[in-house]
């Protein structure tokens, strides 16, 4: 870097900007927040003792790196153990905090939790939430997942490392930022408030690659193909004969090459992963960070809600920097 200025491109929420850091994550996730709100108003007045929050935010850690790490990364407790809700960071609970007083939610501290694994964060997310729901520890939970990647801190570090799409770099990211909420709920409890089902999320996985970005080694995609592999397996009997991508490629050769591997790996188990039901939301949003799997949850609702999905079951995948793979499965109706 010789200091010589260069152009890049990326794709800003302009409510959000004048903000940086943790005020521009509570500004983006508050916009997020109030959009559900007002579709579903009656949330308000539900008592939220059974009502969990989780929050998937970025993986600060894997920004603060300029050299890179070790090439064994170390043990993830979240990965380890994927049915314990981890305990929030005092970063994670305040905006916990903010948002429910903003929100005026009543969901008990004890059920607030937060997930810095950046883009595949959403899928360990909704594993977990699943699981408490299924247990009937919790009636519903609302997951959101939000990012900055035009943050000034995001946007020294990519370019620091040489990830930002420019002129002499064509296969960079062109950052972008986003903020969505999801409310995943249980059928009964839904029916009990006569709420409308959008979609459903039949499963979710979350693997970890040891050969990952921060750790400088090229993915074959085994994790991901994994993930992908136990999501299709478990909520589908047989495998469903059309499957719609929605992938976090972001343009970068690294992920280019994992995403190519993944699909040779899977081609001969699952035939209907085809290239040309795919789409990158990044491709219009550019790279969302955290906010990349639900944006993409959020998308594939829209498209069946609207009649233009590709296929009855959407796959939503994700590859975090520092390793965790993710996958889930949504469908349009309640009978899948």
């Not at 690659?209 to 991901?224: G, I, P, V």
């Amino acid at each position: 870097m010789d200091g010589t200025q260069e152009s890049a491109r990326g794709h800003l929420v302009l409510t959000a900007t004048g903000f940086q850091g943790h005020a521009r994550l509570l500004s983006l996730g508050w916009a997020a927040l109030e959009d559900l709100l007002h579709q579903e108003p009656e949330l308000r007045g539900l008592p939220h003792g059974r009502t969990g929050l989780i929050l998937c935010l970025p993986d600060l850690e894997s920004r603060r790196s300029r050299p890179p790490p070790p090439t064994t990364p170390p043990q993830n407790p979240e990965v380890s153990h994927p049915h314990r809700i981890p305990p929030s960071s005092p970063e994670g609970r305040e905006l916990c905090a903010q948002l429910t007083r903003l929100g005026k939610l009543s969901i008990p501290e004890a059920n607030w939790s937060d997930i810095r694994w950046g883009h595949a964060g959403p899928a360990l997310a909704i594993h977990k939430a699943l699981q408490s729901l299924r247990t009937r520890d919790w009636n519903r939970c609302l997951i959101g997942g939000f990012d900055s990647l035009v943050d000034p801190n995001a946007l020294e570090w990519l370019h620091d490392v040489r990830r930002l799409r420019v002129p002499d770099k064509p296969d960079g990211i062109i950052p972008g930022e986003a903020a969505s909420f999801i409310l995943l709920e249980r059928f009964d409890a839904a029916r009990e408030r006569g709420a409308n089902t959008h979609a459903v999320v039949t499963e979710a996985a979350a693997t970890h690659e040891s050969h990952h970005y921060m750790a400088r080694q090229t993915s074959t995609a085994l994790a991901l193909a994994e993930a992908i592999s136990r999501v299709l397996s478990t909520s589908h009997d047989p495998a469903p004969d059309q499957v719609w991508l929605i992938g976090d490629h972001n343009g970068e050769t690294y992920r280019a090459h994992e995403w190519g591997c993944m699909l040779v790996r899977l081609a001969a188990q699952f035939p209907s992963l085809r290239v040309n039901d795919t789409w990158f939301p990044a491709s219009s949003f550019g790279d969302t960070g955290a906010a990349s799997m639900t944006l993409g949850i959020c998308m594939a609702v829209r498209a069946f809600r609207r009649g233009y999905h590709r296929a009855p079951t959407a796959l939503i995948t994700a590859s975090s920097d520092a390793g965790l793979r993710g996958a889930l499965c949504i469908g349009q109706h309640e009978t899948i």
